[in-house]
């Protein structure tokens, strides 16, 4: 059986071929059979629909989406749908397989799978999209099941959307089956404490990897990337735990204050703003570049992809870098902030609270069952710290970057109960 060779470093900044880059080098060093890596890498089953829609003017306008099943070697493959212009095959696939990892470094019973639809959300009616998401379910009818394929949602897609997800579904089921989908509204059957669930998991990863590098968290400084769902519960729960929030962002610029912003003026500011930060008085403006390079103890970039390059990883001070967002932080970037010694918690592990909830609602629906939120806080909260030690000891271990040692954790999961099950 051939062994893999060491990974070829890409000259590319894309979030999705780094993910691949660090999924070679993980199996590399985990010493995985070329034939077991290759059966990683490709997606269990790839699924195109046309899907043709009556618009409000009555025109019919065909839409296409896609259902990307990478793995159900763990058991039903969950993942979300993404409505945007953007959406290609390419991309469902690479999202698709970022969710097998973040599902098998958490330790939940699940595979990965990604889904989206080519079509632009913001210039269609209520209606329009209620149409294309009842024809986008009855087409993968035979792909989505509670025990098959979750979905939940993603850019461009929220609770609505799974409201009538799970009610189209459940009319050819001739039943009710609310466990097919998650990130339901509360009344449909979702779980108390998804809204803060990422957030939630950023501060408790974060905390776990301050007690390990010594940071007090009431001595500690902050700077967060993006305000919206992930960054504004992250900004909220570090400061609740004792630390100094100096700056926030979103897209409208950053806001810094050396006395530390108070978290839950921004956040109503925002919510009476359109969402906005824009004219927030309780702090200075700066750049978005520079919030990045403050001398903080913690950064957590939580807006977008890519915004941690060859280009600034020099520059950044921060111990300790949360990820928030999914692939804030390039390949090459890695080697650069590695060998400053700035530690790394990693998006597929530092963002899996979300996941970690969506597992909780599907146990609800399919108890039949309702957790307080009391319950579903202790319960993901264990399981976030569980993985982080579990890739902390990895990581010293093999002397490995904690962002490698999540990668070795779930590829070695994965792979090991695929030899377990066996193959053809
Ligand atoms: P969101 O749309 O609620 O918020 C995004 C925020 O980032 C907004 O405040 C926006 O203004 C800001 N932003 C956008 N571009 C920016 C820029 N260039 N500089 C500074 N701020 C910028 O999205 P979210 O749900 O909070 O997701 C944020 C990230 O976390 C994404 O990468 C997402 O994939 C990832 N994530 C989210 C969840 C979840 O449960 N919501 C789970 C896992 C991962």
Redesign the pocket.
Known sequence: MGYLEPAPLLDTENPFEAMMTRFREASQILGLEEEVYNVLKSPAKQVIVSLPITMDDGTIKVFEGYRVIHSTILGPSKGGIRFDPHVSLDEVKALAAWMTWKCAVVDIPYGGAKGGVTCNPRQMSAGEIERLVRSYTTSMIDIFGPDKDIPAPDMGTGPREMAWLMDEYSRTQGMTVNAVVTGKPTVLGGSLGRTE??GRGVMVSALAAMEKLKINPYNATCAV???????SWASLLLAERGLKVVSV???SGAYYNENGIEIDKAVKYRDANKGSLEGFTGAGKIS?DELLVLPVDVLVP????DVITHHNAAKIQAKLIVE???GPTSSKADKIIFEKGISVVPDILA?AG?VTVSYFEWVQNRLGYKWTADRVNRRSDRIMKDAFTNVYKTSVEYKVSMRIAAYMVAIDKVAKTYKYRGGY
């Open positions: 669930a990422t990337q993006g305000f919206g769902n992930v960054g962002s979103d897209i978005g939580a807006a977008k992809e928030g967002a999914n963002n979300g």
